[in-house]
């Protein structure tokens, strides 16, 4: 892919470069903190929480951000031979019970059909929304939860 020039003044550049990201992350962040007049930061915490196998190994895990006073759950993953032994309600109910303790008022996520939204909604979160045009009827489900 070739840089595209706008008559001299500025570039866009395409490939990796890892300051640049973070400058970009870093200035929207930034803004977005100024514009919620803080309240990006509220609680502003990780909730990370794993769980480990008799030999220390992760089998698991769910990654959680705090914003807004909202819990979102970004990453959560269960190996399959652990899977459906109540590990999942587990990990889900600590996060969401910590990010209630730190004044979080609703947990939200997404997650595609292959995945896991019958294991959610088990859970008590709701669709809001969704795009149903991926190929091969795969289909992106986005859902909340009152904490």
């Known amino acids: 892919m070739n840089n595209i020039n706008h ?13 640049d990201y973070k400058t970009v992350c870093n200035n929207l962040y930034n803004y977005n903190v100024s514009e919620t007049n803080g309240l990006l930061n509220k609680p502003g915490q990780t909730i990370n929480l794993f769980l ?17 006073e909202t819990l979102y759950i970004d990453n959560f993953w269960i190996d399959v031979e652990h899977r459906k032994k109540g590990y999942g309600r587990s990990l889900i109910m600590q996060a969401e019970s910590m990010a209630s303790e730190l ?12 995945q896991s939204p019958e294991f959610y909604k088990t859970m008590g979160y709701k669709v809001f ?18 904490l």
């Not at 480990?52 to 807004?68: L, N, S």
């Not at 004044?103 to 292959?114: D, I, N, P, V």
């Not at 969704?130 to 859902?143: A, C, M, N, S, W």
Request: aromatic share 14%; hydrophobic share 30%.
């Open 7 to 19: 008559e001299g003044e500025l570039q866009i550049v395409f490939g990796v470069h890892e300051e």
């Open 129 to 146: 929304g969704l795009i149903d045009e991926y190929p091969d009827g795969i289909v992106q489900y986005f859902l909340k939860k009152r």
């Open 103 to 114: 004044g979080c008022k609703l947990a939200h996520t997404s997650t595609f059909s292959y």
């Open 52 to 68: 480990r196998d008799e030999t220390g190994k992760a089998v698991g895990g769910i990654f959680c951000a705090t914003y807004c």
